[in-house]
Structure formats: structure tokens, C-alpha cells
């Protein structure tokens, strides 16, 4: 079946620093992915659907400039967060539909980034 | 409006009995699809079922199953003989026509406790 691969699994960073997550779609296309935050107990929450070749489309309230999104090829969608705070620690995680198939279809997830900045 | 309401937070279950855990749906299109997915404490999204809007018949993959009541709106996962390793995050799911490329709109879970 399809599979989504997500690196790494978790992070724990210094205050400042950016953090690279990236999400792969392994044995299909996928032309959107979608990148959720999710904190403790809770939803998952949508953070910006990730277009192939063009720019990401964020939800209200979340900030382009904090997390940047790039979507290069087919297979990969990559997530910085850029000068990480203690505040954007949370669970990541990324997802992505094979196009190609019946709608039916279901979101394959990676298994999440945990994301700690101390 | 929400689009997906779960409305227990938290169920309880022992070993080898059944659980409903509920579902609800808010949306004007006549075509759309319902998804149920388990998230363990690891964190890891696990698809369980599928229904679509028009299927006749309830979905049902092994131990699972989806009590579709379109009228209703509502999309109840049931578990027979429920096992440990079945507590876990549960959420409920849809995408309908308002989805854009098929983006999900998530419930806010139920957490699912198997005792021995």
C-alpha cells in the first residue's frame, strides 16, 4: 500500500535554531501534501496544504514566515520551522493522497515529527 | 459549524466486548466520504475504514465496523471483541466537495481505554 515516510521522528533543539522536516511519498505521486500540528490530546490541526511547483496555501493564522514550506518534486514536501521558540514545540505530521486513485482513497500519514525546543 | 463532532472525549471498554465510539457530520454536498483513523500514544495516523456517501451497505474491515445513518449524519465506528492493543486516539473524519485537493476535516478524537 502507500506509504508516506517522515524524518526525522523527533527533534530536540536549541531555541533559535531551524528545523528541517521532511515528508516523502514513496511509492506514488503526490502532487499535495498537508502538513498538521497536533499538540497533546488533541486534533489534528491544519497547518498549510503543500502544492507541487507553486507556493503552499496556509490556514488562518498560521505564519508563512515561521513555517516555510517547499514542495520541489512529486515525492517531497519539506517543512522548516525557522527560528524555533519553546512555543513551537508540538507534534508534526504530514500527509498525502495518491491522486491517481479512486477518491475512496484514504490520506496516507508519516508517522510525525516531535518537535522540542529547549 | 463544525464539520465533525465526537462528542466523548474518553470511552472505557473491556476485553472482548464491543464499543461504539461516535460520530457526527455537518455538510450540505450529497457526495462525500467518511474516514476513521487510530492514532496510538507512538503517534502514528492508522486508516481503519472508509465509507463513501452512497455506499448502500456499512462498511466493515475485519473487527471494524462503520454504522452509516445518512439521515442522521452520523458515522459510528464499532469495534467487536475489543483487544489491549485497541487503546489508542480514535478520530473521525470527512472530505466532501468543500474539501480542497481532498483535505480532511478531523473530529476532535475519542480516547479509547481497553482494560483487562
Known amino acids: 500500500g502507500a506509504v508516506v515516510s517522515q524524518h526525522p521522528s523527533r527533534v530536540i533543539c536549541k531555541s533559535g535554531t531551524s528545523v528541517k522536516i521532511e515528508c516523502r511519498s514513496l511509492?506514488?505521486?503526490?502532487?499535495?501534501m498537508f502538513w498538521y500540528r497536533q499538540f497533546p490530546k488533541q486534533s489534528l490541526m491544519l497547518m498549510a496544504t503543500s502544492n507541487e511547483g507553486s507556493k503552499a496555501t496556509y490556514e488562518q493564522g498560521v505564519e508563512k514566515d515561521k513555517f516555510l514550506i517547499n514542495h520541489a518534486s512529486l515525492t517531497l514536501s519539506t517543512l522548516t520551522v525557522t527560528s524555533a521558540h519553546p512555543e513551537d514545540s508540538s507534534f508534526y505530521i504530514c500527509?498525502?493522497?495518491?491522486?491517481?486513485?479512486?477518491?475512496?482513497?484514504?490520506?496516507?500519514f508519516g508517522d510525525g515529527t516531535r518537535l522540542s525546543i529547549l | 459549524a463544525q464539520k465533525i463532532t465526537q462528542t466523548q472525549p474518553g470511552m472505557f471498554v473491556q476485553e472482548k466486548e464491543a464499543v461504539t465510539l461516535d460520530c457526527t457530520y455537518d455538510?450540505?454536498?450529497?457526495?462525500?466520504?467518511l474516514f476513521w483513523y487510530k492514532q496510538p500514544s507512538s503517534g502514528e495516523m492508522i486508516f481503519l475504514i472508509y465509507?463513501?456517501?452512497?455506499?448502500?451497505q456499512n462498511a466493515t474491515e475485519g473487527r471494524y465496523s462503520l454504522n452509516f445513518q445518512k439521515a442522521r449524519k452520523s458515522a459510528n465506528l464499532v469495534i467487536s471483541a475489543s483487544q489491549l492493543g485497541d487503546s489508542a486516539m480514535y478520530f473521525c473524519?470527512?472530505?466532501?466537495?468543500?474539501?480542497?485537493?481532498?483535505?480532511?476535516?478531523f473530529g476532535r478524537g475519542t480516547q479509547l481505554t481497553v482494560w483487562p
Open positions: 500527509s498525502a493522497r495518491d491522486l491517481g486513485r479512486h477518491s475512496n482513497q484514504p490520506q496516507h
Open positions: 511509492d506514488f505521486q503526490a502532487t499535495t
Open positions: 455538510t450540505s454536498d450529497q457526495s462525500y466520504g
Open positions: 465509507q463513501g456517501s452512497y455506499d448502500e
Open positions: 473524519a470527512m472530505r466532501d466537495r468543500g474539501s480542497t485537493l481532498g483535505r480532511l476535516y
